[in-house]
T-cell receptor, first 111, second 111 residues
């Protein structure tokens, strides 16, 4: 079945270092979404990418959608302790009725 | 945050007892979703609804049933709870496979 895979599962960085998480789909995606979940909280929508090769920025966060629309990445520049949490990517299922989530990358940051 | 609430927020129950979790929205979204979240598994879709009385199974639907008699309410029932159903349950609302807004979650422990 359709799968969305994320790596790494965990990442620990020192504050100020950069961080990247990668998302790969077994099928071509019509779009990809990214969510962030703070410890003890619920997932919160960050962004949606739709176009092949699309790049979007939100302050220190850079999101990319691959040319083949099967992979995506989230890059955080100069991490801060407020970036701590789990980042999920999600793609539409083939019926277009639901999202398939990756297992997430949990980021921890030490100051 | 979107107008979405879940009740109860925490529940401890015993194996074999029925349990019903409630999701309530004030946003009039057509689609509602139930996920479970477990360490190492990310967010897994249990059931979803695309309208009143219209529901479909997700990835991990065994042992769960749902009902939606009103647009604003989506109920998840564990007919006979088992320890493997100990988890955090999230409800989400959205418009098809576009942006989803998550509720605060219900932490369920089955002893």
């Amino acid at each position: 079945g359709q799968q969305v895979m994320q790596i790494p599962q965990y990442q620990h960085v020192q504050e100020g270092e950069d961080f990247t998480t990668y998302c790969n789909s077994s099928t071509t995606l019509s779009n990809i979404q990214w969510y962030k979940q703070r410890p003890g909280g619920h997932p919160v929508f960050l962004i949606q990418l739709v176009k092949s090769g699309e790049v979007k920025k939100q302050k220190r966060l850079t999101f990319q959608f691959g040319e083949a629309k099967k992979n995506s990445s989230l890059h955080i520049t100069a991490t801060q302790t407020t970036d701590v949490g789990t980042y999920f990517c999600a793609g539409r299922n083939q019926a277009g009725t639901a999202l398939i989530f990756g297992k997430g990358t949990t980021l921890s940051v030490s100051s | 945050d979107a107008g979405i609430t879940q009740s109860p927020r925490h529940k401890v129950t015993e194996t074999g007892t029925p349990v019903t979790l409630r999701c309530h929205q004030t946003e009039n979204h057509r689609y509602m979703y139930w996920y479970r979240q477990d360490p190492g598994h990310g967010l897994r879709l249990i059931h979803y609804s695309y309208g009143v009385k219209d529901t479909d199974k997700g990835e991990v639907s065994d042992g769960y049933s749902v009902s939606r008699s009103k647009t604003e309410d989506f109920l998840l029932t564990l007919e006979s709870a088992t320890s493997s159903q100990t988890s955090v349950y999230f409800c989400a609302i959205g418009s098809g496979a576009d942006t989803q807004y998550f509720g605060p979650g219900t932490r369920l422990t089955v002893l």
